[in-house]
């Protein structure tokens, strides 16, 4: 689809569609002719021939054309029989010897009958080669060293890399690509005749449709890249280091073993810092256990109620501390090697073979969202480091406002001047408006004389578009009683939000909008879902879940990358960070996603709210990521597409061992496994059907999949389809694309009609979408609840931390709007706990690890610690009003167990800090917040969880505000806005002010013997102060002002508490206030 100028607007149920024009010019790739008559019918290549120059027959009855490599993969690892006839296939002469052959006596080959793992390789070796060389085969073992492919060209093979595509053909962008067999070394240099699928042919014809045959093909892989050393170190050992085509000196044999080379490695913690610190959690879980023994054997019988609150909420905590610290057992780092990468994907000269991705940004509310933010996200994405034709950007406007859609009109036409600037020069950041923020030398390492002129234009140039887009902005205050008007004279097909059809405009595309250079651009996508009253859109998950659909008919991207407005590309070479994790052959098959940490722009010096989350993104991610992998963060996470269609992961059998609770329990499954092998395999195969066959015919799929045997088919019939995906057989078609890429027989012009039909409003019914199939539905943190399902079905994430911060946002630092944001976090978890998706009770049959699930289980009821930790922020302060306490007087050997955990509780956090590279300063800030959040924001989503479950009563979704400081830097920080979150909080400051005074001024009465005790009462309420002090600032503000309603409440409700606790007094025995007489004079 090009880019227009005309914006393509529709609804699929009322048949409105308005259309752009289309070119029906093709680029894509034309099929190469075949070299031989003979076709193989297991995987598409020509037969060959053999060494006397006939046709090689694989079966005598049939003649059913395989070809050599298949025919000895047959024989080793498959049935061993004709797929056709089912005959049983015999030995020909240099093929080695397999159970069964023993009882044929017309085969006489002695020399060639256990011939697989022999390193002479001699006679059966050369039968291969001339068979392969012979037969114009594209597959070649991954470890292998052969040419890059793409659009169906051969390329040059200088620097030969190793293959890591699937066994799924596809003919998108990437190019063809189907390895199956392990072949002998051939010349890389000489080029490779690439087989190529032909969409008008019944898939039968290249036996891709068969499921047995993947899941051998699988099994096969996995074989190779574990013997990869071996073969490498064979190659050595038999020619001395010289190996044909690659010289004397080997160079070319170097380059290829730095191709073959992991793209990351795991950097593990230095055991100096990780043994010291597991060591100090064990003896801490210890002493805890002795304590909490202490506490509850030791009850204190005159303060019985404040005793027994204050064990339920230690016991609580204690819980709450394992939930939340063994998940850290396993902490590790990750260093990527982009060099690696562009040896084996991108190498200069050659087309690049880096997997399309797609980029997601999401928008609602463009005056909360300024559109000049949503600009220079935009714009960051548009000038990242990544082959223009393999980048494409789509901009969801949940709000279907016009001013989104200008301003995306005004950023496509600045893009033209300002991505050639930025690659030219290799600016960073990417995004205009905080490149030129940078208070650095901008002409460090700039060695272009032109780069001062080019830049100070390229500023006038922002300039010019910041008034325009500000325009747009001033424009959009009031919208005007008929609506707003496009330049031709048209309505605004958007004036209403909450009823309007779908709009889809192309700014950017690859045959159109070239930059100032010349040069293309990446595709630019306005998207805004239709909506209509009575529909559920399910807010920003619906969202993301159209542009999935969306993208993947238009680009089909095999990987999807989404971010929030708000969050630009600080570092250009994201792409390829992710990329070096999602296409590494050792783990890119099992891994979901790969999730970069958050970093913000605009936070205060000292960060008093804690926004820039520090402890959450350094320390507990990186335990997660020693484990299964990170939670799914809402932003900044790049996802395999087809673990967002509902697809199993591909495991290893090392994956699929069981764990260790399964093996100390019940033992492994190795012994006596022999029996259900076959069955074993069989159901992986039935999990693995969905996102293992290819589809490319779109005939086939519009007329139904028909399988081709009952016993051996797993193909689910055009009705399962649709119930699974939606009535979209050009979406349908394009889940199977595993590499991405649009299907070759889809027609072009059918694409704006089916775009505007995937996100009409009733496509979801009756579907598994927001189920099974994308961002999962029931929470307004979809985020959470999405990662859960991907890591339960077995699937892997990883954390990419690179040096430079991959992206940068902005955060609300205005205390109002960070408790308002705490809040919905901490309502979507007590959604998810009182929801059939709970971590407690959810995926028990799926293959989530047991610390994984700890990690989850703790995300979803942290905010159930706000009532233990109300009700414990209250003690000190009645302690201090009644003159008790809720421990007793103890021993020395008592009090060791108190002094003990303290010390234990500051060496773990001490012990933390050193490996994870955490500043103190940032530890102690996200402690002060979790007794804020915890005592406001935490609680109130605890009681709208259960109206909302319970009761029905659904809680708005509050956009946090994104604006930029216009009144001065900070200028938000110290600006108040009411809410009531604030009430709890201040009454818990208030009410152990109170105490503190009350305390005091007993002591004092009391004379110097009740000093002692009061020390102890005073300590914990200064604790619970001195976390709450950044409130206390926020209260103030900078003119020390605070609303008088704020004032009102907290102190009438602690005055209530004060006297209605005294009034009932109730720690006083009953004897005592009757002997009790009023004091006189001589007292």
């Known amino acids: 689809m090009e880019a227009t100028a005309g914006m393509v607007a529709g609804s699929h149920k009322r048949n409105e569609l308005v259309r752009i024009r289309h070119d029906s010019t093709d680029s894509g790739s034309k ?189 096969w892989k996995l074989k190779q890249e574990k013997n990869m050393v071996q073969m490498t170190g064979r190659y050595n050992e038999g020619k001395g280091g010289d190996i044909e085509g690659t010289g004397s000196n080997g160079e070319e044999l170097q380059m290829v073993d ?70 850290k057992w396993f902490p590790i780092n990750r260093e990527t090697y982009l060099e690696r990468l562009a040896l084996r994907y991108d190498r200069d000269g050659e087309p690049s073979q880096l997997a399309p991705v797609d980029v997601f940004v999401s928008t609602v509310d463009p005056l909360k969202e300024p559109p000049l933010v949503t600009a220079n996200t935009v714009l960051s994405i548009l000038s990242v480091d990544y082959p223009v034709d393999k980048v494409s950007c789509y901009v969801s406007d949940d709000g279907s406002a016009m001013l989104t859609f200008e301003a995306l009109s005004e950023t496509a036409e600045f893009a033209k001047k300002w991505v050639p600037f930025c690659k030219k020069h290799s600016i960073e950041p990417r995004a205009p408006e905080f490149y030129f923020q940078q208070k650095i030398d901008y002409l460090k390492d700039k060695i272009q004389p032109s780069f001062v002129k080019e830049r100070r234009a390229m500023k006038r ?68 879902r239709e909506k209509r009253p009575g529909f559920q859109h399910h807010k920003k998950a619906g969202a993301m879940n159209a542009l999935i659909r969306v993208s993947a008919v238009l680009t089909n991207g095999a990987y999807l990358l989404n971010v929030d407005c708000d969050h630009y590309f600080n570092n250009s070479k994201a792409l390829k ?96 496994s022999g029996g259900h092998k076959r069955f074993n395999d069989k159901k992986r195969g039935v999990k693995r059907t969905e996102s293992t066959v290819p589809i490319f015919n779109m005939e086939d799929i519009e007329e139904g999949v028909e399988g081709y045997d009952d016993e051996r088919s797993l193909l689910m019939s055009q009705k399962s389809l649709e119930k699974r995906f939606g009535q979209s057989p050009v979406f349908i078609a394009a889940t199977y694309m595993e590499q991405g890429g649009i299907p ?81 976090w901490a309502l979507g978890s007590i959604e998810i706990f009182l929801s059939r998706h709970c971590p407690l009770w959810y995926g028990y049959n799926g293959r989530l690890r047991p610390l994984q699930r700890f990690a989850y289980i703790n995300t979803i009821v942290y905010p159930l610690t706000s009532i233990p930790l109300l009700a414990y922020c209250t003690l000190p302060a009645f302690c201090l009003l009644t003159n ?46 979790w007794v804020i959040g915890g005592t406001s924001a935490h609680l109130f989503a605890v009681f709208q969880g259960l109206l909302k479950v319970l009761a029905g009563i659904d809680t708005n979704f509050t956009v946090t505000s994104k604006a930029s400081d216009d009144d001065g830097e900070f200028a938000e920080l110290y600006v108040f806005k009411w809410t009531s979150l604030l009430i709890p909080p201040t009454t818990v400051l208030i009410v152990n002010l109170v105490g503190i005074v009350a305390g005091v001024s007993y002591a004092i009465n009391s004379g110097y013997q009740s000093w002692g005790p009061l020390f102890g009462k005073l300590f914990f309420a200064i604790w619970v102060i001195a976390h709450l002090y950044p409130f206390l600032k926020g209260l103030l503000g900078r003119q020390n002002r605070t609303p008088t309603i704020v004032i009102v409440w907290s102190i009438l409700l602690a005055s209530i508490f004060s006297l209605l606790w005294v009034r009932i007094d109730p720690f006083t025995n009953g004897s005592n206030k009757s002997s009790s007489g009023q004091c006189g004079i001589d007292c």
């Open 461 to 528: 140039e922002y300039e010019e578009f910041k008034v325009r887009i500000n325009a747009l902005v001033a424009k959009a205050q009031k919208m005007p009683e008929e609506g707003w008007t496009m330049q031709d004279g048209t309505p605004w097909p958007g004036n209403n939000p909450r009823d309007h059809p779908g709009m889809i405009q192309v700014f950017l595309g690859h045959s159109g909008g070239l930059d100032t250079d010349g040069n293309e651009l990446p595709r630019l996508v306005y998207v805004s």
């Open 258 to 327: 730095d191709a073959r080379q992991p793209l990351s490695r795991v950097v593990p913690i230095p055991s100096s810092q990780l043994t010291p610190y597991r060591v100090v959690i064990i003896l801490r879980l210890i002493i805890l256990g002795f304590f909490l023994q202490y506490r509850v054997t030791h009850p204190v019988n005159d303060a019985y109620p404040l005793w027994l609150t204050s064990v339920i909420c230690e016991i609580w905590f204690a819980l709450s501390w394992l939930l939340d610290q063994f998940p």
């Open 744 to 824: 070759p027989s889809t027609n072009p012009a059918t694409l704006l009609k089916e775009a505007i039909h995937v996100i009409s409003c009733g496509y979801e019914d009756k579907t598994e979408w927001g189920k099974e199939i994308g961002w999962i539905y029931g929470s307004v943190t979809e985020d959470i609840l999405t990662g859960f399902k991907m890591h339960a079905r077995g699937w892997i994430s990883i954390y990419c931390m690179p040096p430079r911060p991959a992206f940068k946002g902005s955060a609300p630092i205005n205390l109002s709007d960070r408790l308002n944001q705490v809040l919905r």
């Open 31 to 219: 099929p190469l002719k075949n070299l031989n008559g003979q076709i193989c019918q297991i995987c598409g290549d020509t037969v060959g021939l053999t060494a006397t120059g006939d046709v090689f027959v694989a079966c005598n009855e049939c003649a059913f054309p395989v070809c050599r490599p298949c025919y000895e993969y047959e024989r080793k690892d498959g049935n061993q029989s004709c797929p056709q006839c089912k005959t049983r296939y015999k030995r020909h002469r240099g093929s080695p010897r397999v159970e069964g052959d023993d009882e044929e006596d017309d085969i006489d080959d002695i020399d060639n009958e256990f011939n697989y793992n022999s390193q002479g390789n001699t006679k059966a070796k050369r039968q291969w080669e001339e068979d392969a060389d012979l037969s114009s085969s594209s597959r070649r073992d991954p470890q292998q060293p052969i040419p890059l492919l793409t659009n169906g060209q051969p390329m040059s093979g200088e620097i030969p890399t190793p293959d890591t595509q699937s066994v799924r053909t596809t003919s998108g962008p990437l190019g063809p690509s189907d390895k199956v067999h392990s072949l002998a070394y051939t010349d890389p240099r000489q080029p490779v005749p690439v087989r190529t699928v032909d969409p008008t042919k019944d898939l039968n014809s290249y036996g891709l449709g068969n499921v047995d045959w993947k899941e051998r093909v699988e099994g």
């Open 884 to 929: 008790k306490f809720i421990i007793p007087e103890i021993s020395n050997f008592a009090s060791m167990w108190f002094i003990l955990l303290f010390v234990s509780i500051f060496a773990t956090s001490i012990l933390e800090l050193r490996w994870s590279g955490v500043s103190i300063e940032d530890w102690w800030r996200n402690e002060q917040f």
């Open 577 to 672: 960070e992710a990329m070096c994790f999602m296409m590494d052959p050792a783990f890119g098959k099992k891994t979901c996603y790969v999730q970069f940490p958050q970093r913000f722009d605009g936070i205060d010096l000292h960060d008093r709210y804690a926004n820039r989350n520090i402890v959450f993104f350094d320390i507990n991610l990186k335990g997660l990521d020693g484990i299964q992998g990170p939670v799914y963060v809402g932003t900044g996470c790049c996802f395999n597409r087809q673990a967002l269609y509902g697809y199993d992961p591909v495991l290893t059998e090392e994956d699929l061992e069981p764990n260790i609770i399964v093996k100390s329990c019940w033992g492994s499954r190795k012994k006596g």
